[in-house]
Every structure is written in C-alpha cells, then in structure tokens.
C-alpha cells in the first residue's frame, strides 16, 4: 500500500488532497511570504484518527507539517517540501462549560472565535484575543503560545492551559485533559508542549480555564508625543486603573497607512507621534476611573473615549487593522520582538537608522503591545535584502537584552536568529527533549530548532 492509500483508508477519500488546486491554499500563508509543497494534505476527524495518521507517516517515513488555522506568521505551519500536511482543521468539538471549574475542553481546530462564544453563552469569557480571532485556532495558539491584547490582564495562551491530548510522532497519544486541581507528580508536559511549536507533539484537544466575562468596557486612543509619553502613561495606567484590559501602541505611520487603507477618519482633531489604545472592562462602567486617569496623566496629547460597542471597534480599528492594512500595501519583512520597557524608547529611536543602512528606501511600520515592550517591526520595501534587515533588527534587540520572537514564534522565518536569544546549553537540551519525543524527527522538521 502507498502511504496515500494508507492515509484514504483512515481518514476517507475526501481527506486525502493531492491535487495542486485543492493543496494551494494549505500551502501558503495569508501573508504570502512563505510557500511549501505538500506531498498531500490530510484532514483527520478525530485523535484517533491524527494518532493513525501519524503512525503511517511514521511507517513511511515521511515528515509531517501540522497546521490550525494558517494563520501563524513565521511559517510554522507551510511545509518546506515532500511533507504530509496535518490539518486539525476539523477537530472542533465543544464540549459544554464546565461552570464549576470555569473551564472547556475543545478540540484543537475550534477557532478562537468560536471558543470566545462558546464560552460567552455560558456567562464566562476566554482571556486570550487576537485580531485574527475568526481564523486562529486553539490548537496553534496553544501551539505557538499565541499573546495577544489581553496578555496585560490574563497572561499569554499558556496561563490559560489547564490539560491537552496530544498525539506522538509515533502515534502515542498522552491524554491530560482534566488533571487534578493541584498536582505535582512530574514534569508539567501539557506545558512542554505549549510553545513547541509542533515540533514535539500534535495538540488534539485542550482544557482551558475560562474568566469573568469584560462586562462594562471604556477604550480610549490617547495621542503622546513619542515612545516616551506612551511609557508615561502606560505608567499611570498600571498604577491607577482597576480595570486595565489593554494597552496597545502604535505610530503616526501605521496610523496613516491604517487610515488610507481603510478610508478611516483622522482619530483626533491634531495628528502625534504615536499614539496608544488603552481599554478598560469591569463589572461596573469603568469609563469615569479611565477619563479621571487620562485628566491626570500629564503624558496625554489629547484623547477620544468610546464606551459604546461600536465606539470602542472604531478606536480599535487604529490598531486591529494594521496587519492588514500592511499586507494590502506589500509583502512586508515582519518582526516580533521584545525588549525591557526600560529600553523600548532607545529601540524605536535606532530602528530606523538601522533599517535604512541596509533598505534606504523602505519603509518601517512599528506597533505592538505596549504593557510587554512587545513591538512588531514590519518593513515595507526591503522584501529583497529580508535577511539582512532581519539580521541588523534583530541583532539590535539582542543589543537591548530582548527576544528575537516575543509571541509569533519561531517557526521557519527565525531559526537562524534563534541564538541570539537562547544560550547554546538551551538549545543543546531543547534538541535532547526533541529526540527524545521525536526520535525519527519527523514533526514539524525545519521549525523552531536550526537543522
Ligand atoms: C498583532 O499584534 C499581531 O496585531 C500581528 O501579533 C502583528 O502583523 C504583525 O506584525
Ligand atoms: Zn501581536
């Protein structure tokens, strides 16, 4: 049998694509950045199903790709060539609220959408959001130990954690989806493989706590004068709100590039420097502690406060619609990285000097998450000398005691800079874990660990 009849006969006819058309949207990424061809493309109904899988390919052989919503941003999960590509597209059970515990266990390929509702209808919320909510699934943010704008209040993905099922390179599956509430006989693998970027395990299903749901919610665009004045007042909010939810940074540039694109109004009557989304949610209206802060806060340029749902999505819009409005533009080099508040402002100062030695005529767009000096450097214009701004940027960061990923990952796109940020004995006993697990390297070969 060829390992493709092998694959019809566990997962169906209809699951096994082959044909270059039915292939092509698996095998790029949203952003067309990166391309790969998959010997074919799998979609398993179940764990059981991926575990038969896994044990055929591991018959074979033949590496495997795995991919939740592709909506990842480092290539993680496009094949580099010759693999099966795993999609968990179609685990999406939901099991029902357990309110008790305030937790769910869903399967892998539930989008965050779908979870967040899920979890609304039963009067609790999750604490992770993203901007690409209705395509991301839970499967990759575990994977990929996605952040997002609630990282401020709730921690990133694996906060949220509580057990997973997942399924060996060999087929082996482990099943930790309800662990006692306190339990401390081991190694913690359910968190081992948050952040493994599928290299260790394929995640099937996950246990996540849930929180109180937003309630009330106040946001407000507050215009500063620079990175400075959004240190300020990131300051003040940390030390006067209650409430805070988020809070989020970005600049003149991508403000106006997020404007032209979408044909968005001027966010205030005068344009600054830069320019940070701060929201708010409470049981109570939290927008009288949000205006009293920003009155006080001597950083604040000027501000408008939206606490009505679709006041709040338009001052949002600033911010959320910066990935697309950049991709619409080009195909950008994109960054994600962090460094120490304390260095954020030195870091956005040199960027663009930096970028231009190598790319004079490109074009930088900086936003991010401001709580975690989280900044997602996105260039414009330099797609021909990539490497080299890649290279320059991230050395810089490293320069700063920062991280070359800070939430997208590694995936492909960063492995040769994966030095910069993890000591050679780090990387030598990340190696030791992965043979351990996946003797054959057979997961996910090419990302996260330099081959
Ligand atoms: C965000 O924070 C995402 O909006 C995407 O992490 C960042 O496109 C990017 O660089
Ligand atoms: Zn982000």
Redesign the pocket.
């Known amino acids: 049998m060829t390992l493709e009849e092998s694959l019809r006969a566990v997962v169906g006819d209809g699951h096994v694509l082959t044909d270059d058309d039915l292939k092509a949207s698996y095998e790029t990424d949203w952003t067309r950045r990166f391309h790969g061809s998959a010997r074919a493309v799998v979609r398993p109904a179940d764990t059981a199903q991926v575990a038969a899988v896994l044990r055929a390919c591991a018959d074979a052989g033949v590496a495997v790709t795995v991919q939740g919503g592709n909506t990842g941003?480092v290539g993680g999960g496009i094949p580099a060539g010759g693999e099966v590509l795993l999609s968990l597209s179609r685990l999406t059970t939901l099991e029902p609220v357990d309110a008790l515990a305030a937790q769910v266990t869903v399967g892998a390929g539930v989008t965050l959408e779908a979870l967040q509702n899920h979890a609304r209808a039963a009067g609790l919320d999750f604490g992770v959001d993203?901007?690409?909510r209705s395509q991301a699934s839970i499967g990759g943010l575990v994977a990929t130990n996605a952040?997002?704008?609630r990282v401020v209040r709730y921690g990133s993905t694996r906060a949220q954690v509580v057990g997973v099922e997942a399924v060996l390179a060999d087929g082996t599956v482990l099943s930790r989806l309800d662990p006692p509430a306190k339990d401390n006989t081991g190694y913690d693998l359910t968190q081992l493989l948050c952040g493994s970027e599928g290299t260790l395990a394929v995640i099937t299903k996950v246990r996540v706590r849930l929180v109180p749901p937003a309630g009330e919610a106040a946001v407000a665009l507050v215009g500063v004068d620079g990175t400075a004045g959004a240190l300020r007042l990131l300051a003040d909010a940390r030390a006067r709100l209650t409430t805070l939810a988020a809070a989020e940074l970005c600049y003149a540039e991508g403000v106006a590039l997020v404007r032209s694109v979408g044909r968005l109004p001027a966010p205030l009557p005068e344009d600054f420097p830069a320019y940070v989304v701060i929201e708010c949610t409470g049981r109570t209206d939290p927008t009288d502690e949000l205006v009293e802060m920003l009155g006080e806060c001597e950083a604040v340029g000027d501000a408008a406060v939206a606490s009505d749902a679709s006041g709040r999505a338009k001052l949002w819009a600033y911010?959320?619609t910066?990935?697309e409005a950049?991709s619409a533009t080009g195909v950008p080099v994109?960054l994600?990285v962090c460094v120490p508040l304390d260095r954020l402002e030195a870091l956005v100062d040199e960027l663009p000097g930096v970028i231009a030695a190598v790319a004079p005529d490109a074009r930088p767009i900086l936003?991010?998450?401001l709580n975690e000096g989280n900044l997602?450097v996105?260039v414009l214009g330099a797609e021909a000398v990539a490497e080299k701004v890649t290279d320059e940027v991230l050395r810089l960061v490293a320069a700063h005691r920062g991280s070359i990923s800070s939430?997208?990952g590694v995936g492909r796109a960063k492995t040769p800079w994966l030095t910069l940020s993890r000591s050679p004995e780090e990387i030598g006993a990340m190696r030791r874990v992965k043979a351990a697990l996946d003797p054959a390297g057979l997961l996910n070969p090419g990302v996260l660990l330099p081959t």
């Open positions: 941003l993203l901007a690409a952040g997002g704008i911010r959320e910066h990935t950049i994109k994600d936003f991010g998450h997602h996105n939430e997208h």
